[in-house]
Antibody, heavy 125, light 110 residues
Framework: QLQLQESGPGLVKPSETLSLTCSVSGGSIISSSYNWGWIRQSPGQGLEYIASMYYSGTTDYSPSLKSRVTISMDTSKNNFSLRLKSMTAADTAIYYC?????????????????WGQGILVTVSS | QSVLTQPPSVSAAPGQRVTISCSGSSSNIANYYVSWYQQLPGTAPKLLIYDDNRRQSGIPDRISGSKSGTSATLDITGLQTGDEADYYCGTWDSSLSAVVFGGGTKLTVL
């Protein structure tokens, strides 16, 4: 059974850079059928897509966060990471990592089929 | 303001049927697959429907999805108290070159 687990700091100071890692077990991140991504949810709010990455290196970023976000992958460790710089209170949220299922022929997005439990990141001095 | 528009809340009695709408545009729903997620309180979202109308493994057939033009719909029949949750639609948006979600709909089973 595939499992995803987020790790990183629960508290970040304003203006600092957030670094999160998603460790994947029960399957390889090297797959033509999936992207690997990050989604966040501010307290009491809806889901917000951050970014996703294909094992070949192709990336997609939310336009609203693109200038501050970097997603990367370590295939040797079977994990992927998120860096979000210049953090503010508005970035306080639960951050989820998830697997993004793609169609085989045109690599269209089918849905996020596996999710981590999420990690609460609070931005405060 | 979400790219996809969902009603903030819906409600119905146990055993009844409820529909949740998701409205988009030609740059998203009309041309890309829609997925639906259920988020129970304090938990991560769970995929219910993918490819507009396919049920994820283990999802009962009283839950179904459909799409027409720039709108998608999630149908839940035979409502149970355990269905109380937030529901989100999602898809790809070609104008943004990113995944987009609806704002979410809170389902209350009265």
């Amino acid at each position: 059974q595939l499992q995803l687990q987020e790790s990183g700091p629960g508290l970040v100071k304003p203006s600092e850079t957030l670094s999160l890692t998603c460790s994947v077990s029960g399957g390889s991140i090297i797959s033509s059928s999936y992207n690997w991504g990050w989604i966040r949810q501010s307290p009491g709010q809806g889901l917000e897509y951050i970014a996703s990455m294909y094992y070949s290196g192709t990336t997609d970023y939310s336009p609203s966060l693109k200038s501050r976000v970097t997603i990367s992958m370590d295939t040797s460790k079977n994990n992927f990471s998120l860096r979000l710089k210049s953090m503010t209170a508005a970035d306080t949220a639960i951050y989820y990592c998830a697997r993004l299922w793609l169609t085989m022929v045109r690599a269209e997005i089918r849905g996020f089929d596996y999710w981590g439990q999420g990690i609460l990141v609070t931005v405060s001095s | 303001q979400s790219v996809l528009t969902q009603p903030p809340s819906v409600s119905a009695a146990p055993g009844q049927r409820v529909t949740i709408s998701c409205s988009g545009s030609s740059s998203n729903i009309a041309n890309y697959y829609v997925s639906w997620y259920q988020q129970l309180p304090g938990t991560a979202p769970k995929l219910l429907i993918y490819d507009d109308n396919r049920r994820q493994s283990g999802i009962p057939d009283r839950i179904s999805g459909s799409k027409s033009g720039t709108s998608a719909t999630l149908d839940i029949t035979g409502l149970q108290t355990g269905d109380e949750a937030d529901y989100y639609c999602g898809t790809w948006d070609s104008s943004l070159s990113a995944v987009v979600f609806g704002g979410g709909t809170k389902l209350t089973v009265l």
